[in-house]
């Protein structure tokens, strides 16, 4: 299945932000996944403040990673997340079965909408 995982990590240090990266990535690869993409979104104004671990928060850094895996290594990864201090917030999203079939489904969507000229 292919998936979206964004995440907001505490504006502390972008170590921080490689450091639960690479175990998000790790975690999905060792349960036999593929990272597809990794966006680093850098830090940012949070839409509201959010309190976590009795520390509020009003910034953070947020990356997104586009990855296939089965339902299992992607549970692993959310409740490692979870788990971790250092994560603001998070959410994972089921883009599709396969990748290949969200950029056909785009493809198809495309093609029905007019041209602008």
Known sequence: MFYELIACVRPT????????????GMTILNGGGVIRSFTNWDKQLLPRRVRKHQTFYDRGYYFIMRFDSNAKAQEEMRNTLGLDPRMVKFSVV??????EDIALAKEVKNVGMPSSH
């Not at 240090?13 to 998000?24: C, D, G, L, P």
């Not at 089921?94 to 990748?99: I, W």
């Open 13 to 24: 240090s972008m170590n921080e932000v490689r450091e639960i990266a690479k175990t998000a």
């Open 94 to 99: 089921k883009m599709g079965n396969k990748l």
